[in-house]
């Protein structure tokens, strides 16, 4: 009963929409419409998926101290190598702190000295008997006292200048200087949310695309492999389109398929790394990816002889007599140029018409003229 709907439908809605065009019926009632033959065809389909792009790298640089800043030394979009200066931040406390811990070091030193000598004088006067062990032990223990003092003004020394040299702030990673938030002369903290600026390492470039779960079945199914690993590995060669519809000229290759489906979308994201090497790709970036498959015997139906009715796609094959039937098809979610791929519905030898099917409806006869498949196809896919 469902179908009977969709097919009366489709008749009204085409009927409708379409009668002020329809060309007279010759005598006789029956119309001449080309029809196409269905062969089984090779073909490389070409899907394309809307992408962002992002460095194989994006740190945000932040401090590790409060203080003022004192000095910026790059400038957005300049390159930087890893371990070059960036900003220098002023805190004179922690130049402060670094010549406190020094003298802390040489009073501890000091002390130490002091401590080896009495431990030497004490010795020497028990070797004589002259005082009794418990006075050397006590000396001893004074030594290894202000040998822990002098290792506590060592470590504090150590901390001062690891905090002294986070006034200088270098660069992670080689990269691309992003956005500056921060001018000289600015407050910064360490628990400020916005970063100093980010770098980004874009000698590399992600690309992040998204496919429904019926496109992702589709793909796996179609790729060689025993295993998703496999099948990644076997992916062909990915190509990009930058956001000007230009090609981009190197070609990239699929890294890794999120083990995940999102509940939310619906879809699973999928990473394609591709090389930078002319510097024309930045993190943050819009593009497209464009995936080949090669479709082995497939049935090819030109777009324009495919209706789509309420999320269904029906087309009209020729019987007996000419009589002309409406068949609901499945197709594949991806497309090869102006062609629908069908995957059901349809079998080797049946006669589909081409054209002029908002003209038609389920059960009525027309004369049947063949149509050219090479033609078809080489005006279509040129």
């Known amino acids: 009963?469902?179908?009977?709907?969709?097919?009366?439908?489709?008749?009204?809605?085409?009927?409708?929409?379409?009668?002020?065009?329809?060309?007279?019926?010759?005598?006789?009632?029956?119309?001449?419409?080309?029809?196409?033959?269905?062969?089984?065809?090779?073909?490389?389909?070409?899907?394309?998926?809307?992408?962002?792009?992002?460095?194989?790298?994006?740190?945000?640089?932040?401090?590790?101290?409060?203080?003022?800043?004192?000095?910026?030394?790059?400038?957005?979009?300049?390159?930087?190598?890893?371990?070059?200066?960036?900003?220098?931040?002023?805190?004179?406390?922690?130049?402060?702190?670094?010549?406190?811990?020094?003298?802390?070091?040489?009073?501890?030193?000091?002390?130490?000295?002091?401590?080896?000598?009495?431990?030497?004088?004490?010795k020497s006067l028990v070797d004589k008997n002259i005082v009794n062990k418990y006075e050397l032990q006590e000396a001893d223990l004074t030594l290894q006292s202000?040998?822990?003092?002098?290792?506590?003004?060592?470590?504090?020394?150590?901390?001062?200048?690891?905090?002294?040299?986070?006034?200088?702030?270098?660069?992670?990673?080689?990269?691309?200087?992003?956005?500056?938030?921060?001018?000289?002369?600015?407050?910064?903290?360490?628990?400020?949310?916005?970063?100093?600026?980010?770098?980004?390492?874009?000698?590399?470039?992600?690309?992040?695309?998204?496919?429904?779960?019926?496109?992702?079945?589709?793909?796996?199914?179609?790729?060689?492999?025993?295993?998703?690993?496999?099948k990644i590995a076997n992916t062909p060669a990915v190509s990009l389109i930058l956001s000007d519809g230009s090609l981009y000229p190197d070609k990239g290759v699929i890294g890794s398929i999120n083990g995940l489906i999102d509940q939310q979308t619906g879809s699973a994201r999928i990473r394609a790394t591709f090389s930078n090497s002319l510097n024309l790709l930045r993190s943050g970036g819009s593009a497209q990816i464009q995936i080949p498959q090669e479709i082995s015997q497939g049935f090819l139906i030109p777009q324009r002889a495919v209706a789509d009715v309420q999320g269904k796609k029906f087309v009209y094959t020729v019987g007996k007599g000419g009589a002309i039937s409406m068949v609901n098809v499945e197709v594949m979610e991806a497309t090869s140029g102006h062609f629908y791929i069908v995957t059901k519905g349809v079998k080797l030898g049946d006669q589909v018409v081409l054209e002029g099917i908002q003209f038609l409806k389920d059960g009525m006869k027309i004369k049947p003229v063949k149509a050219d498949p090479k033609a078809i196809y080489t005006e279509l896919n040129p």
């Open 1 to 122: 009963m469902k179908t009977n709907h969709l097919l009366a439908a489709l008749s009204l809605v085409l009927l409708a929409s379409c009668s002020s065009e329809e060309v007279p019926a010759p005598a006789g009632g029956i119309r001449p419409y080309q029809v196409l033959t269905l062969e089984q065809q090779n073909t490389t389909i070409q899907t394309t998926y809307p992408a962002t792009l992002e460095g194989i790298e994006n740190v945000d640089i932040h401090p590790k101290i409060d203080g003022f800043v004192e000095k910026i030394f790059v400038d957005e979009g300049q390159f930087v190598k890893k371990g070059q200066v960036l900003f220098t931040i002023s805190a004179p406390q922690y130049e402060q702190l670094v010549r406190t811990a020094r003298a802390s070091v040489k009073s501890a030193e000091a002390g130490v000295s002091v401590a080896r000598l009495q431990v030497q004088k004490t």
């Open 146 to 230: 202000r040998l822990a003092d002098l290792a506590q003004a060592e470590a504090t020394l150590v901390n001062a200048n690891v905090n002294l040299g986070y006034t200088r702030i270098s660069s992670p990673v080689d990269g691309v200087i992003g956005s500056l938030t921060f001018k000289t002369g600015s407050l910064v903290s360490s628990n400020m949310a916005k970063p100093l600026t980010t770098v980004s390492n874009i000698s590399k470039i992600y690309a992040y695309f998204s496919m429904n779960e019926k496109q992702l079945l589709e793909f796996i199914r179609n790729t060689k492999g025993a295993d998703l690993k496999a």
